[in-house]
C-alpha cells in the first residue's frame, strides 16, 4: 500500500534519468523531476548511487545543506541509509551518513574514541525503539522503575554525545507495538507495554524540553500509518530489521523535516490556486454564489477544511499567498463579500490573480515577499498546473492534489512541509507582517524619494543583548536566514546560550516596529571584544526589513558601542555563498575598508560618517 | 509464454532493481553463491520485493530456504496457485 500520497508516482523514465545523473548529463531540474516521487527502498538505492557518483555529485551537490548524521540503533540500519538519504535531498539536505554496530548506543556515546565521536558528525540519531529499553521484556511488577532508568539511559546517552562529540542528538518517543496484550485492559494498567510507552513518551518530550535535543516524534508518525503496517516482525525476527518498507520511507521523512528544519529548509508560504482547490467550481463560470463553499454540503465541507487548515498554517507563521487564473475583481470579490469563505483578503499577503502563467506568478509572489523560491509550496487541483511549474520551478514543492477535494488537507498535512522546531511569538504575527509588508511596497510606490518613504514609516528599533526571552528566535534567525547573512554560520541553542554568558562576546538581537506593525527580533550581530578591536563573527537580518536602512543603524550603533568601550578599529569578513549575493557589497558600502594585509574588512571608528537613518531608538526597558 | 516464463521475466526485472550493478546474468539456474551482494539483508529487500509486486506473502522459514532463482519460481507459482 502506498501512503505517500503528496508524491507523484514514480516516472517511467526513472532508471533512464538515474543513468544520466551517473553520466553527468542531467541537470537540477531532471533530479528532482525523480526525486519528488514515491521512490521505494530500490529505488532509492538507485537513485542515491547515481546521485554519489563522481560525475552526478559534481553536477548536483552544490545548493544542498552537507549535514553528517550518526546513528546509533538497536535494530538493523543498513535498508534505512538510501531512504533517508533521498528524503534528505527532497528536503535540502545532503546527508553523510554514518551508522555505529547494532545495538552501540551506550558504549558509542561515553568515548571521544567511539566510531561515531570520531565521524565529527553535526547530529546524532538515536533510532532506539521499545526493544532497546527493558520494559519491553521486563515482568509486569517493575515497569514504573523500568520508566525512570529507560528515561536516564537515553538521556545520559544523549548527554554522552554531547559531551563526546561535542553535537546535540535527535532522539525518538516510541511507537506503541501493533497489538494490546489484554485489550482494553491495557491502557489502563500501568505495567502493561502500552500504558508504559505512554508513559515514557510523556515524560521523555518533558526531559528533552530543557535540553539542546531533538524529539523525534516517531510515536505519532507509526500512529498515522498504523502499528500493523509500521512494524515487520518477521524481518525483526530474521534479520533484527525494525520496521517494514513503508514504516522506513515514513521513518525517513520525519528524519529528514527535523534536519531540514534545523538547517533552515522548511518553506515558509503556502500558495494556493482557487477555482476547483480553494471553493468547488469556477467563479468566472458559476458566479459568486455558484461556488461550491456552503457548510452542510459536501463539496463545500471539503473545500473548507482546506481552508481551515490555510488558515490554521497562517496562525502558526506561514504566510498565505493566491495565485489564480482569474479576473482579479471575481477572484477578490469572493474574499471580500462571500459569507461562507473562511480565509478573508486580510489573510493573503499577496493576492495574484491574472492570466499569466504561474511560474511566472510564483516567482513574482515569491520576489514581493523576499523570500526563496524554495520557500514556497504551490496548491493546485490542476495537474497541468502542477507539472508546468515542476518542471520550470524545481525548488517549488508541489504536493499531488488527487481528484476528491476531500484529500487535500491531508495530504498537505501528511507532506509536512512546515516542519516546525519551535513557536516564538513572532511566529504568530509573521504572516500580519509579511502582509504589512505588501502595504509598505504599495506606499513605496507612491513616495516621491527613498528617504521620504523611510520617513514615513515611522520606524523605531530596540537591541538587547541576547536574553533567555529571545533565545529561541535568536536561534531560529541564526539557521535559517540565508540572503543577509555575512558569514552564514549556524550555532545551535545551547551555543547561541553560551555566547550570551560570554562576557568576551557582544551579541545583539535587534527589533523593529514602523507604523504597519511590529516586525519582532529581525536582525542579530555577533561580536568576539578584544582590547583594541571588535570582530564581527556573524551579522543577519530578515529579508522582511531589507531595504529600510536598517543595516546602516545598527552599524551606527555598533561603532558607537565601540567608541564608548574605547575601540577604534572593527573588522569584519563576508563569506560568500550561494544565497548571500545580497550583502557582497555591504561592507564598503558601511565604510569597511579592504586591509590586504589581515585580508579582512576594517573600519577605523575615528574616521567614521554616521549615517543616521530615519530609525529612532526605542532604550531596552 | 508459459506462467513459469512471465514470473521469470517479471524476477529478472526485480533482480535489476535489488542487485543493480552487480556482475552476473539472469538465469534459472543462479543461487546466492553466484551473487557477492545476495547476502541476508539483500535477500529482505528481495523477498520483499517479489511480494510486493506479485501481491503474495512468504513465511518466515522461507527466508533461509529460497536462495537461488528456481526456488524463487517455484514458490512464487505455489503461492500464486
Redesign the interface.
Given at each position: 500500500m502506498q501512503n505517500r500520497d503528496w508524491l507523484p508516482p514514480v516516472a517511467d523514465d526513472f532508471k533512464t534519468i538515474c543513468k544520466q545523473i551517473t553520466e553527468g548529463s542531467a541537470d537540477r531540474a531532471s533530479l528532482a523531476r525523480v526525486l519528488h516521487t514515491q521512490l521505494?527502498?530500490?529505488?532509492c538505492?538507485?537513485l542515491m548511487?547515481a546521485v554519489c557518483s563522481d560525475a552526478g555529485a559534481s553536477v548536483i551537490a552544490c545548493g544542498f545543506a552537507q549535514v553528517k548524521l550518526g546513528i546509533v540503533s538497536n535494530s538493523?540500519q543498513?535498508?534505512l541509509v538510501a531512504p533517508l538519504f533521498i528524503a534528505g535531498l527532497r528536503r535540502g539536505v545532503w546527508l553523510n551518513i554514518c551508522l555505529a554496530d547494532f545495538d552501540q548506543a551506550w558504549q558509542e556515546s561515553q568515548s571521544v574514541n567511539s566510531k561515531l565521536c570520531q565521524f565529527g558528525p553535526d547530529f546524532i540519531l538515536i533510532n532506539q525503539d521499545y526493544r532497546g529499553y527493558p520494559f519491553a521484556n521486563g515482568g509486569v511488577s517493575q515497569a514504573k522503575s523500568d520508566v525512570r532508568s529507560s528515561l536516564d539511559f537515553i538521556t545520559q546517552v544523549a548527554d554522552g554525545f554531547l559531551a563526546n562529540a561535542g553535537v546535540p542528538c535527535i532522539v525518538q518517543n516510541l511507537a506503541l507495538p501493533p497489538a494490546n496484550l489484554l485489550g482494553n485492559f491495557d491502557i489502563r494498567h500501568h505495567t502493561a507495554l502500552s500504558a508504559t510507552i505512554l508513559a515514557f513518551n510523556q515524560q521523555l518530550a518533558e526531559r528533552l524540553s530543557d535540553s539542546p535535543h531533538y524529539l523525534l516524534d516517531v510515536f505519532s508518525e507509526a500512529a498515522h500509518l498504523g502499528g500493523t503496517q509500521w512494524f515487520d516482525q518477521?524481518?525483526w525476527?530474521?534479520?533484527r530489521?525494525a520496521l517494514s518498507?513503508e514504516g522506513t520511507l515514513f521513518y525517513c521523512e520525519r528524519v529528514a523535516a527535523l534536519v531540514g528544519a534545523i538547517k533552515g529548509k522548511s518553506r515558509k508560504c503556502l500558495v494556493l490556486d482557487l477555482d476547483n482547490t480553494l471553493w468547488g467550481g469556477v467563479i468566472g463560470d458559476d458566479g459568486l454564489y455558484g461556488i461550491a463553499i456552503q457548510p452542510g454540503t459536501p463539496r463545500g465541507e471539503a473545500h473548507l477544511r482546506l481552508q481551515q487548515l490555510a488558515l490554521e498554517l497562517k496562525q502558526a507563521g506561514i504566510i498565505l499567498a493566491v495565485c489564480s487564473k482569474n479576473d482579479e475583481k471575481n477572484a477578490l470579490e469572493a474574499f471580500q463579500v462571500h459569507p461562507d469563505m473562511l480565509l478573508k483578503e486580510t489573510d493573503i499577503a499577496v493576492f495574484v490573480a491574472n492570466w499569466q502563467d504561474k511560474p511566472t506568478n510564483l516567482q513574482f509572489i515569491a520576489t514581493t515577499l523576499n523570500i526563496g523560491i524554495d520557500a514556497l509550496v504551490f496548491v493546485d487541483d490542476n495537474p497541468a498546473e502542477r507539472e508546468i511549474v515542476r518542471k520550470m520551478l524545481p525548488d517549488v514543492a508541489v504536493p499531488e492534489m488527487g481528484r476528491d477535494p476531500s484529500t487535500y488537507a491531508d495530504i498537505l498535512m501528511r507532506a509536512n512541509y512546515f516542519e516546525s522546531l519551535s513557536q516564538t511569538e513572532d511566529d504568530l504575527h509573521r504572516a500580519d507582517q509579511y502582509r504589512a509588508n505588501a502595504a509598505r511596497s504599495k506606499l513605496q510606490n507612491n513616495a516621491t524619494d527613498m528617504q521620504e518613504y523611510l520617513r514615513s514609516l515611522e520606524m523605531v528599533a530596540r537591541v538587547e543583548p541576547f536574553l533567555s526571552s529571545n533565545i529561541v528566535r535568536v536561534t531560529q534567525l541564526v539557521n535559517k536566514t540565508n540572503q543577509f547573512n555575512l558569514t552564514t554560520k549556524r550555532y545551535t541553542q545551547d551555543q547561541i546560550e553560551r555566547m550570551a554568558a560570554n562576557v568576551d562576546m557582544l551579541t545583539l538581537s535587534v527589533r523593529l516596529a514602523d507604523r504597519f506593525g511590529d516586525n519582532g527580533l529581525v536582525s542579530v550581530v555577533i561580536c568576539h571584544k578584544q582590547p583594541m578591536q571588535l570582530e564581527i563573527d556573524s551579522w543577519l537580518m530578515s529579508c522582511r526589513v531589507i531595504k529600510r536602512d536598517l543595516e546602516h543603524w545598527i552599524c551606527d550603533y555598533l561603532v558607537e558601542h565601540a567608541i564608548t568601550s574605547g575601540i577604534n578599529q572593527i573588522i569584519a569578513r563576508y563569506l560568500p555563498t550561494e544565497k548571500n549575493v545580497l550583502v557582497e557589497n555591504l561592507l564598503p558600502e558601511l565604510g569597511f575598508c579592504w586591509d590586504e594585509q589581515l585580508q579582512v574588512w576594517s573600519l577605523d571608528t575615528r574616521h567614521y560618517q554616521f549615517h543616521r537613518p530615519p530609525i529612532s531608538k526605542l532604550e531596552a526597558s | 509464454m508459459s506462467e513459469r516464463t512471465e514470473v521469470l521475466s517479471a524476477l529478472e526485472d526485480i533482480f535489476d532493481?535489488?542487485f543493480?550493478?552487480a556482475d552476473v546474468s539472469f538465469s534459472d539456474s543462479l543461487s546466492s553463491d553466484d551473487i557477492e551482494e545476495w547476502d541476508?539483508?539483500a535477500q529482505?529487500?528481495l523477498l520483499?520485493?517479489i511480494e510486493?509486486h506479485f501481491s503474495i506473502q512468504f513465511e518466515?522459514e522461507q527466508?533461509d530456504q529460497l536462495k537461488s532463482v528456481s526456488s524463487l519460481v517455484d514458490a512464487i507459482l505455489a503461492k500464486m496457485a
Open positions: 521505494d527502498v530500490n529505488q538505492t538507485r548511487k538493523t543498513d535498508l518477521r524481518s525476527l530474521s534479520s530489521i518498507e | 532493481d535489488v543493480m550493478d541476508s539483508l529482505i529487500r520483499t520485493t510486493k518466515i527466508i
